[in-house]
């Protein structure tokens, strides 16, 4: 019955169970991993090439089985932001079990043994490099993946195959700092151990790490204050792990959010536009009327500009061939319309506040627009 001692002791076994699994699936992924660490020379770890080969390998099969259609199976009716949730809950739970897992496996010395890798032949990487880097492209690759879902959830377009969007991938998945990063991990570690850290994650066991490229020395050093203080260990590893996977999620979560506001803004204004082509002209006038354009900005147009097509096959090649748009051009154009441009005004308001709010520029043109628009 609900409530009974039974119950409560099946209950139990079952959130044993699903511990026992998640834990079996961490270690055997790191076990894959293992396997291909012990394929990278001292030199590929050294020189960063082994973020370059985990990038590949972390992707190549995965993308194919991470899709929209995956997750809303998996999720059947809950919006994309309980998804996104979800999905940093389960990648920080995993972190924490693989940090519970690596750190039993290190002694005070790993400082030492990372330092000692500048000395390495090229071919050779000392077991405890081994076991570091185990630690290091676990929580990397569950990071990138990470990042990878959200973006899909949020029905971005991210071609892995396409350097352009690899590396918006990739500095989206690890845009935090590497100092911000670990200044931030130190709220979790005892006030008497804190001045510890900040010295070893500054001192000369670093020195290995200055030759990396800025992403690999940036992972680097943030992996390394987890492992650098005896009797501290255990702990920090799994909270560090946990912090730098949560905060990864919610960065990559705010920027691929941002954009899918910006392309469901988009999608609304075509579809309630009754001028997409005047809308388009409005819309270009608007996004140049300060002199900047913002990234925002861009990606708005260009969804604007691919829905009109798409939908009213509008494909504006005098548009598209403007250097400096001219309002007086817009103007003739508005002039040139009849019937209500309620439409095109209400299209312009929203463009101009994409970037934020209207600045003083925005403002004197919406209000031209409007009085030109409805003068008619």
């Not at 949730?85 to 995993?94: P, R």
């Not at 991210?158 to 918006?168: A, F, G, I, T």
């Not at 954009?259 to 609304?268: C, F, K, R, Y």
């Not at 354009?293 to 061939?321: C, G, K, N, P, Y």
């Amino acid at each position: 019955m609900p409530g009974s001692a039974a119950d409560a002791t099946a209950d139990d076994a079952d959130d044993a169970a699903y511990d026992a699994a998640d834990r079996e699936a961490v270690e055997q992924e790191r076990e894959r991993l293992r396997e291909f660490v012990k394929g990278l020379s001292a030199d590929e770890i050294k020189s960063g090439g082994w973020f370059t080969k985990l990038c590949a390998q972390a992707l190549r099969s995965y993308t194919g089985k991470a899709t929209w259609e995956y997750f809303q199976e998996k999720y059947k009716g809950v919006p994309a932001d309980g998804v996104v949730g979800q999905q940093i809950k389960l990648a920080a739970k995993s972190a924490m079990i693989e940090g519970g897992i690596t750190s039993s496996l290190y002694t005070g010395t790993i400082a030492a043994t990372i330092g000692s890798l500048g000395g390495a032949s090229p071919a050779a990487v000392p077991a405890g490099v081994v076991t570091f880097m185990v630690d290091l492209t676990f929580i990397t690759q569950l990071q990138l993946r990470l990042a990878h879902d959200i973006a899909v959830i949020y029905r971005i377009p991210l071609d892995v195959d396409d350097p352009e969007d690899m590396m918006k991938l990739v500095r989206v998945a690890f845009g935090i700092k590497a100092g911000e990063t670990a200044r931030g991990s130190l709220k979790f570690v005892p006030a008497l151990v804190r001045q510890v850290i900040k010295k070893i994650y500054s001192g000369p066991v670093l020195a290995a790490a200055k030759s990396l490229p800025i992403i690999g020395k940036h992972l680097l050093q943030r992996n390394i204050i987890k492992f650098g203080i005896p009797g501290v260990g255990i702990p920090l590893t799994i909270l560090v792990n946990r912090y730098t996977t949560v905060a990864a999620g919610r960065h990559a979560q705010s920027v691929f959010r941002g954009e899918a506001e910006v392309i469901e803004l988009a999608d609304t204004l075509v579809r309630r536009t009754r001028h997409p082509r005047l809308m388009l002209w409005v819309a270009w006038l608007v996004i140049n009327a300060d002199g900047k354009i913002a990234d925002t900005e861009s990606l708005l147009f260009r969804q604007l500009t691919r829905l009109a097509r798409e939908r009213h096959q509008v494909d504006d090649e005098r548009l598209a061939h403007v250097v400096t748009i001219d309002p007086a051009d817009v103007w003739e154009r508005i002039d040139a319309e009849s019937g209500d441009l309620s439409d095109v005004v209400d299209a312009a308001e929203r463009v101009a506040t994409v970037d934020g709010d209207l600045n003083a520029q925005e403002k004197a043109l919406i209000a031209e627009l409007r009085y030109r628009c409805e003068r008619r």
